[in-house]
C-alpha cells in the first residue's frame, strides 16, 4: 500500500557550507588566470563537482603581510595553501615556543607550588595583564594584528630570522601544507610571509578532487614520494635495516588510501549513538575477514576497529592507530609456510573508525624486498594451524574462531565479571568494553580520566584539587560515559587526533612536543571559540577572564569582554602531576592513555 505521510526535503549537498562564503564570480574567474588552474582540464572533473565549484566552495583567498606566519610547525590543519603572487618562506630549522607566541611550560618546586597556592586569587578565572596579551611588555618577539578580517601572529625580526635560519623560499605556483591536509598530521614547518602575497588556501576535500587533474595529481603523488613517502617508512620498526635499494622499490609500488571522513568529529555524536552493530556496519570496510592477504597494510593517521563475525554481527577485537600493521602474521606465516601446508586469510576485518590514512604495500613485495631484511626477533608469531579448524562448513569453522577469538579477548580487556553471553545458537550478544571505547571514540584518548566507580565515594577532592590550581575554576566535571564498574570522565583527552587544534587562526592551542600535553597558551588566545566549537567531546570551554582583584578584562578596541578557551592541561609544570590523581584519598582515578589497549587492560588486571 501506497504511503501517503512521506515529508519531502532537501538533500544536503557537500557545498552547503563553503570555506569562505563570500567568495565570488570574480574571484574564482581570476583564479583560473593562475597556475595551475589555468593549465586544468575541465573535462577531468565530473558534473557534480566542477573546477569552478571547487574554487568558489572549497577555497579561500588571503591576504599576508612581510613577518605573518601563515602556518606553525606542529600545528593540524586539514587544508593546503597556494602561493599566488609574492613569495613566502619556509623554515627548515624549529623557532622557538616563545618566538611563535606559546610560553613553555618549566616545572617548579613544591615550595613555589605552595606559594602559588596561598596566593592565589579568590576570583576564578584571575590574570596577571602580562598573561592576556602579547602586545603588552615581555613578549617582544612577536604580535598579534588584526589582517583583513582575521587575527594573526607576526615575528618582529622575521628579516634577521630569515637570515640565522635555515629557509626554504616559495613563489607563485608552489604548494605548501598538503602533506598536512592529505594525511591529518602536525605541520612539519612554520611558514612565514616574507613580502605582501596573495595566497588560496585549498581545504582537504577540493585537494582531493583537483587530483583528476593528471598533471595536477602527478606532481602531488611524485613530492610525497620524493620527499615524505621513505620517512614515514623509515618510522616502521619493521623497516628500519632495508637497504636502500630496496626501500626505492617499496616506494615505488606502495599505495596511497584514504577511508571514510576526515572530518569525523561533525557527525561524531549522531553516530555514536547507534547500537554497536549498525556502527561497526557503517564504517568504511578496509579489509574483510576470509579473504586471502594481498598487501601489508599501514596505518598512517586517524583509527582502525579489528572485528570477527558472530552471526550476522560483528564482534570487535582490537583496535589499531597510527603505525599499526594489519596482516603482518597471516603475510609472514604464507610467505614462510611449506608447501605442502595451505595459506591462511585475513583472520578479521579491518575498518576505518571515522577516517582512517593507510599505506598498502603488496604481498609480492613484502617477500622479497622486506621479509629478507626484518630480524627474527621482531617477526610475529605465525598462526598455529593446530588451532584453525580445517573440518565443516566455512560458516562452522568461522563460529568456532570466533568463539575462540572472544574468550581470547574477553580476557585481556574486559573487566570482571566478563559481560559475554552465549543465546540461540551461533548469536552472540555483547556490550564489551572494546565496543564502548571505540563507539564513543575513547580510543582517540592519549590521557584519558577514568573512575573505578566501585572505589569513588563521590567525595569530588579531584574536582576540587583542579579549582585550586586553576584559578577556582576546575576543568572538569566528575560526569561521562559509564561503563559498567568504569566511568570515562569528560576532561581532555590529549587526543591522538586533537581536531581542537584545527582552525585556530593564531595557533593558541598546540602540542607540547616533548609530554604530548595538548595547551592553550593565554597570551595569543584571541577567544574566538573555534577549539571550543571543534571539540567532539565537550571539553573546552569558554570564559571572561578578569584580574586579581576581579576586574574584568575588556577589549580596548571595542569595550567587548576578554575571554580565553580553558581545559585540562595535566597541571602542566606541578611537581606533583595531574592534581585530580594526586588528591583522590582512595586510588578510584586514573590518567591512562586509549589509544593502544595495554595500558587499561594492565590497570584492569591490578584492580581484579
Not at 635560519?165 to 602533506?179: A, D, I, N, Q
Not at 614547518?189 to 585549498?202: D, G, N
Not at 599499526?324 to 608447501?339: K, M, S
Not at 595535566?570 to 578510584?588: F, K, N, R, T, W
Request: neutral net charge; glycine residues 8%.
Amino acid at each position: 500500500m501506497e504511503r501517503t505521510d512521506a515529508i519531502p526535503v532537501q538533500r544536503p549537498s557537500r557545498w552547503d557550507e563553503p570555506l569562505d562564503g563570500s567568495m565570488t564570480d570574480a574571484d574564482v574567474a581570476w583564479l583560473r588566470t593562475r597556475v595551475p588552474f589555468n593549465g586544468m582540464d575541465r573535462s577531468a572533473f565530473p558534473n557534480a563537482t566542477p573546477l569552478d565549484g571547487i574554487l568558489r566552495y572549497d577555497c579561500r583567498l588571503h591576504r599576508v603581510e612581510p613577518g605573518e606566519v601563515i602556518v606553525r610547525e606542529g600545528d593540524y590543519g586539514n587544508s593546503a595553501f597556494l602561493v599566488i603572487t609574492g613569495c613566502v618562506r619556509a623554515l627548515v630549522d624549529s623557532l622557538t615556543p616563545t618566538q611563535l607566541g606559546r610560553q613553555p611550560q618549566r616545572a617548579i618546586g613544591w615550595g613555589e607550588a605552595l606559594q602559588r597556592f596561598l596566593s592565589r586569587s579568590r576570583f576564578p578565572e584571575a590574570r596577571d595583564p602580562d598573561q592576556i596579551s602579547v602586545n603588552r611588555a615581555g613578549a617582544p618577539s612577536h604580535s598579534i594584528r588584526q589582517v583583513d578580517d582575521h587575527p594573526a601572529v607576526f615575528l618582529q625580526d622575521f628579516e634577521g630570522i630569515f637570515h640565522r635560519h635555515e629557509t626554504v623560499s616559495l613563489g607563485p605556483g608552489e604548494l605548501f601544507g598538503e602533506v598536512a591536509a592529505m594525511y591529518r598530521s602536525p605541520r612539519t614547518a612554520t611558514v612565514v610571509a616574507e613580502t605582501e602575497a596573495a595566497l588560496v588556501e585549498i581545504r582537504w576535500q577540493g585537494l582531493r578532487v583537483l587530483r583528476r587533474d593528471r598533471r595536477f595529481a602527478d606532481s602531488l603523488e611524485q613530492h610525497y614520494r620524493q620527499h615524505w613517502l621513505p620517512v614515514h617508512l623509515r618510522e616502521i620498526p619493521l623497516l628500519r635495516y632495508l637497504p636502500e635499494s630496496n626501500l626505492q622499490r617499496v616506494i615505488e609500488s606502495t599505495e596511497l588510501r584514504s577511508y571514510g571522513r576526515m572530518e569525523w568529529n561533525a557527525s561524531y555524536k549522531k553516530t555514536r549513538k547507534l547500537p554497536a552493530a549498525e556502527q561497526i556496519q557503517a564504517e568504511p570496510l578496509v579489509v574483510e575477514e576470509d579473504q586471502l592477504p594481498t598487501e601489508l597494510i599501514i596505518l598512517r593517521s586517524g583509527f582502525g576497529r579489528l572485528s570477527v563475525r558472530h552471526g550476522a554481527a560483528h564482534r570487535t577485537t582490537a583496535y589499531l592507530g597510527k603505525g599499526h600493521l594489519f596482516g603482518l602474521e597471516e603475510i609472514v606465516h604464507n610467505a614462510t609456510r611449506p608447501d605442502t601446508s595451505p595459506p591462511i586469510h585475513y583472520q578479521n576485518s579491518l575498518r576505518a573508525v571515522g577516517f582512517l590514512d593507510a599505506l598498502a604495500i603488496p604481498v609480492e613485495v613484502f617477500a622479497t624486498e622486506i621479509l629478507p631484511h626484518i630480524r627474527k626477533s621482531e617477526l610475529p608469531a605465525t598462526v598455529n594451524l593446530s588451532q584453525l579448524p580445517t573440518t565443516g562448513s566455512s560458516g562452522e569453522r568461522r563460529r568456532r574462531r570466533s568463539e575462540r577469538r572472544s574468550e581470547q579477548v574477553s580476557d585481556s580487556i574486559e573487566s570482571p565479571p566478563v559481560d559475554v553471553r552465549r543465546s540461540g545458537g551461533d548469536r552472540f550478544e555483547s556490550t564489551g568494553l572494546l565496543e564502548f571505547i571505540v563507539q564513543n571514540r575513547l580510543n582517540n584518548g592519549q590521557d584519558a580520566m577514568v573512575i573505578d566507580l566501585h572505589r569513588c565515594t563521590r567525595c569530588d577532592d579531584c574536582v576540587k584539587a583542579c579549582g585550586d590550581v586553576h584559578e577556582g575554576n576546575p576543568r572538569f566535571v566528575r560526569q561521562g560515559a559509564i561503563h559498567d564498574r568504569l566511568q570515562f570522565v569528560q576532561a581532555c583527552m590529549h587526543c591522538s587526533d586533537p581536531v581542537c587544534m584545527i582552525g585556530c587562526p593564531t595557533g593558541a592551542i598546540a602540542r607540547d612536543t616533548t609530554n604530548g600535553v595538548v595547551s592553550i597558551h593565554d597570551s595569543i588566545c584571541v577567544g574566538c571559540g573555534v577549539c571550543a566549537a571543534s571539540c567532539p567531546y565537550d571539553t573546552i570551554r569558554m570564559t571572561d577572564v578578569v584580574d586579581r582583584k576581579g576586574r574584568p578584562f575588556i577589549d580596548d578596541g571595542n569595550g567587548k569582554p576578554i575571554r580565553k578557551a580553558t581545559k585540562c592541561d595535566q597541571c602542566s609544570g606541578l611537581p606533583s602531576g595531574p592534581a585530580c590523581v594526586a588528591a583522590c584519598p582512595h586510588d578510584a582515578l586514573v590518567r591512562i592513555d586509549l589509544s593502544e589497549s595495554p595500558p587499561l587492560t594492565n590497570w584492569l588486571q591490578k584492580r581484579s
